[in-house]
């Protein structure tokens, strides 16, 4: 199974908010793995999911495994351009903590999880050598971090009747970095605190009210970090 990505933006729907877009595009330029993507390319895999009148599922960071993490449901169709994504969110917390980083621009990127059925080296128009995809297996779209190829890119995002989206938001690999610092530096001062404790308490001593509040405090702070990364 291999994995491409695009990127997203925000408006408004009214609704749980969707994002509308191409998870492939078909101008030509190899993305980051040395791929071009052929016309045609998702054109039986898209009519073997229409037959089987299941929709295509949109994932958080392609997690198959925890049905929390199908956060909704995508509409896929090729033209011209690419292949033109049309996904909308379901109701669940998860989904609409996704589609309120979406509405923030503190996520922006979008993949489809896929298998290659048929490729081929391919000269290009300006002598670059690259690697064609021309017959595809698609299995779900995501929301993820960063992307593979560059030229794809969501067009619209659909928030909730609303929100507004913010220009000059953090990205969220910014805000994990920050809450991944902070959680490392409590853990540190409540494994010391610990120590400390342990030392007086064979010597006799006792723990001091504030010390160990501090130390509650740490802990359920680190919490919170840890509930907000994941």
Do not use: C
């Amino acid at each position: 199974m291999r994995f491409k990505d695009f990127t997203a933006k925000a408006t408004d729907d009214g609704g749980n908010g969707g994002f509308v877009g191409y998870a492939a595009t078909f101008d030509r330029e190899p993305d980051s793995y040395g791929d071009v993507i052929a016309k045609g390319a998702f054109a039986d895999t898209l009519k073997a999911w229409a037959d089987s009148g299941r929709p295509v599922p949109v994932l958080y960071g392609h997690n198959m495994e925890d049905p929390d993490y199908n956060i909704g449901t995508a509409e896929l169709v090729e033209d011209e351009r690419g292949l033109r994504t049309t996904a909308a969110f379901d109701g669940s917390p998860k989904a609409q903590r996704v589609r309120q980083l979406l509405a923030e621009s503190r996520l922006s990127k979008m993949s489809f999880a896929y298998d290659v059925l048929d490729e081929a080296p391919v000269e290009l128009e300006d002598g670059t050598n690259a690697n064609e995809l021309r017959k595809l297996d698609l299995f779900e779209v995501s929301v993820v971090l960063v992307p593979a190829n560059g030229h794809a890119e969501i067009i619209e995002s659909k928030a909730r009747k609303g929100d507004e989206a913010q220009d000059d938001a953090t990205t969220l690999g910014d805000v994990l970095a920050v809450l991944n610092d902070i959680r490392d530096d409590l853990r540190a001062i409540a494994a010391n605190d610990d120590n400390d404790n342990g030392d007086d308490a064979d010597e006799g001593g006792s723990e001091e009210p504030g010390t160990a509040n501090d130390i509650a405090k740490s802990r359920e702070l680190i919490a919170r970090i840890n509930q907000a990364i994941l």
